[in-house]
Every structure is written in C-alpha cells, then in structure tokens.
C-alpha cells in the first residue's frame, strides 16, 4: 500500500521553527517530485515548496522564500520541510504530496499521493 506519513507538528511560539518529516511507504519516492501544501481552516490549500526527483532543483512560495527549506533523503525514502521564523499566519494542516511523473508544480491537482497532515500552531 503506498503510503505518505507527515510527522513533526505542533505548537510554535512565533519566531520558533519546525521541522517536519514526509516519509514514504510501500512505493520509492526517487521517482516522484514532492511538494508541500499547507491548509488553513476556511482556507484553500496552497501550495509551500516543491523538490524535484534528484533534490537539485527546489521552488518555494513568496509567502515562505527565504524562511523554509524543502529536502529529501532518497535513500531514507522521506522528505523534509525545515520551517524557520514562524509566524500566526503558518498556521496549518501541512501535507506532503508525490508527482509520480516528477514534474515540479504548484499545482496541486499534479500529485496524485497525499498524506493525511500534520498540524502545526504559531501561537504565543
């Protein structure tokens, strides 16, 4: 069964950071590009960063550039979404997703595997 897991939420003072933790089962992530999305309550989700297949190419939205970091451990089979300088308005279910045909997208209708979320807090 493939399987994404995100993992590493929580509660974050503002100007805190997180790391949170995308791993894969049942299926090789070196074959699909991976992005993070980001859904707040009454919301749409949006999109957070993308990483292509070999990790040499990443892509951020201007709302977190300079802030978050996306990686990737083929070898470990998980990704990773390092959150700096939080802030209330990252608030989130952030879910992890996988382009099976590796295209590094925006879009979120491109990813056709999906974890269930990991909810993450700026509060004081």
């Known amino acids: 069964q493939m399987q994404l897991v995100e993992s590493g939420g929580g509660l974050v003072q503002p100007g805190g950071s997180l790391r949170l933790s995308c791993a894969a089962s049942?299926?090789?992530?070196?074959?699909?590009?991976i992005a993070w999305f980001r859904q707040a309550p009454g919301k749409e989700r949006e999109f957070v960063a993308a990483i292509s297949r070999n990790g040499g190419t990443t892509f951020y939205a201007d709302l977190v550039k300079g802030r978050f970091t996306i990686s990737r451990d083929n070898a470990k089979n998980m990704a990773y979404l390092q959150m700096n300088s939080l802030n209330p308005e990252d608030t989130a279910v952030y879910h992890c997703?996988?382009?099976?045909?590796?295209?590094?997208?925006?879009?979120?209708?491109?990813?056709?595997?999906w974890g269930q979320g990991t909810q993450v807090t700026v509060s004081s």
């Open positions: 049942g299926f090789s992530l070196d074959y699909y590009a």
């Open positions: 997703a996988a382009d099976p045909l590796g295209r590094l997208s925006r879009n979120r209708t491109f990813y056709a595997y």
